[in-house]
C-alpha cells in the first residue's frame, strides 16, 4: 500500500517555495507521494515539476485538471515536460470538472462530458505514446505537423481518471491507467467502482487500472469541532450529482461523513479498509483542516503506514 498527501500552500506567500518545503516534509516524513490539485490558481503540473526536482526520489501528481478547457496537445506538454524534469515520476490526473466552474470561468457549455473525455484520453494517448497525433473527432481535433514528443519523458506518463460514475469508469477502463476516486469510501469501491473499472479494462483487454483513492482527513484530538469544519468545507460536494451518488453509495448522508477525522488507531484501521476494498494507494487531502500541530502529527502516521 502506497501512502501520499495532497499539498495546499495556496495561502502562503509565495505558494511555489511553500509546496516545496511542505513536500520536503512529507517525504521526511516517509510519505511516497504528493499531489496538487488544479482550479484557477497555480499551474499544477508545473508545481508537480518543480516540487520533483527538488524532491528526488517523491512521486508526483496533479489530482486533477479538468479536459473542458483544455487540448491534449498543450497538456501532453505539459505532461511530458514534467516527466522530463522529475525524471518518470510524474503522473498526471485528468476530469471531468463541474458544470457551474466550466460555464462561469470559461464560457463553454458542459455538454457530452462523457464523450468528451473519451476523445480527450484517444488523442493524450497517442501523444503521450508516440509523441504525434492524428485525431479527428465529435468534439476535437488534435494533429501534429510539427513532432511534439519532449526528449527524456520517452517512459511515457501515467494518465488518470477522476471517474467515479458507470460511464467515467467504462472509458477509464479502457483508456486510463489508474482512478482517482475522491469522497469515494470502501463500500463504494468493493460494491460498485472496482467491479465496473475491472469489467470494463477486462472488456477492452487491458490490465485493471490501479486506484489512488483521495480521501479527507486528519489525525486529531478535537475530532468534533474538526469534524464540524469539515462538514462545512466539504457541502460544496454535496451539490454535484457524481459526488452525491458516490457519497450515498459509501454509506454517508452529508461528505464529511467521507472524512477520516479521528484517533491514530481509527486512520490506521480506515487506510486498511480502503486497501482491502481494492484502493493500490491512498492519498491524504485537506490534513491542514485542523492546524499546523495536528498537521504534523498526520504525516508521520501516514508515513509509517507507507512503510
Known sequence: MTVGVALNASDAPNQVDATVQLAQEAAGA???SAWFGQTFGADS??????????????????????VVGRHPLLVSSQAQ????????????????????LKETGFGLPFERPI??????????????????ADFHGALL??????????????????????????????V???????????????????????????AAAEAAGRPAPRIVALVPGVFTDDVEAVRAKATENLAFY??????????????????????VIDDEKTVGAEIRRYRDAGAT???????????????RRTWPLLGELAR
Not at 513532432?147 to 467504462?170: D, F, H, I, K, N
Not at 451539490?239 to 461523513?257: C, F, K, N, T
Not at 485537506?286 to 495536528?294: L, M
Open 172 to 198: 477509464s477502463g479502457e483508456l486510463a491507467d489508474r482512478i482517482l476516486p475522491y469522497l469515494a469510501g470502501p463500500r463504494a469501491l468493493e460494491e460498485h467502482i472496482v467491479p465496473a473499472l475491472t
Open 45 to 66: 503540473p508545473q508545481l508537480a515539476a518543480i516540487v520533483g526536482r527538488e524532491v528526488p526520489g517523491l512521486r508526483v501528481g496533479t489530482s486533477a485538471i479538468p
Open 238 to 259: 454535496e451539490q454535484i450529482p457524481s459526488y452525491a451518488r458516490v457519497i450515498e453509495l459509501s454509506g454517508g448522508r452529508r461528505a464529511a461523513d467521507l472524512a
Open 30 to 32: 516517509g510519505l511516497r
Open 115 to 132: 464523450a468528451r473525455l473519451r476523445e480527450f484520453l484517444t488523442a493524450l494517448r497517442q501523444l503521450i505514446e508516440t509523441g504525434t
Open 141 to 170: 481535433t488534435a494533429t501534429t505537423p510539427v513532432p511534439a514528443r519532449v526528449p527524456g519523458a520517452e517512459s511515457g506518463v501515467p494518465l488518470l481518471v477522476a471517474a467515479m460514475g458507470p460511464q467515467a469508469l467504462r
Open 281 to 295: 494507494e491512498v492519498v491524504f487531502s485537506g490534513t491542514e483542516i485542523a492546524g499546523e500541530a495536528d498537521r
Open 81 to 100: 515536460t514534467a516527466q522530463a524534469a522529475t525524471h518518470g515520476r510524474y503522473h498526471l490526473g485528468l476530469a471531468l470538472g463541474t458544470k457551474l
